[in-house]
């Protein structure tokens, strides 16, 4: 089994930054891809970044491509998501996922094995 815990939510103005944080715990040593995925109200859970966790190749929403970096540090088994230039339609619910086996369908929810718990980000004026 793997933990996964976010860290770094909050409240910002547009035009602002947030760094979110996952920390993994448990049996990480399987793991292949950890991502990230937000949900608003009302909406599915959209794909938001992905990273190959022995590559560090990384892959994002097209939403957020050019404003959010995902990074990890696999000594510490831990990822992060900063967040630049925040609109107000990037307020959601941040999960942060970990799959297993081959790093295919990294956009699909359905390719992660474990979950976070979520943080919430609210970018509003």
């Known amino acids: 089994q793997v933990q996964l815990v976010e860290s770094g939510g909050g409240s910002v103005q547009p035009g602002g930054s947030l760094r979110l944080s996952c920390e993994a715990s448990?049996?990480?040593?399987?793991?292949?891809?950890m991502g990230w995925f937000r949900q608003a109200p009302g909406k599915q859970r959209e794909f938001v970044a992905v990273i190959y966790w022995s590559s560090g190749t990384t892959f994002y929403g097209d939403s957020v491509k050019g404003r959010f970096t995902i990074s990890r540090d696999n000594a510490k088994n831990t990822m992060a998501l900063q967040m630049n230039s925040l609109a107000p339609e990037d307020t959601a619910v941040y999960y942060c996922?970990?799959?297993?086996?081959?790093?295919?369908?990294?956009?699909?929810?359905?390719?992660?094995?474990?979950w976070g718990q979520g943080t919430q980000v609210t970018v509003s004026s």
């Open positions: 996922a970990a799959g297993l086996g081959p790093s295919g369908r990294y956009y699909s929810p359905g390719r992660y094995n474990y």
């Open positions: 448990g049996r990480t040593l399987p793991l292949t891809i």
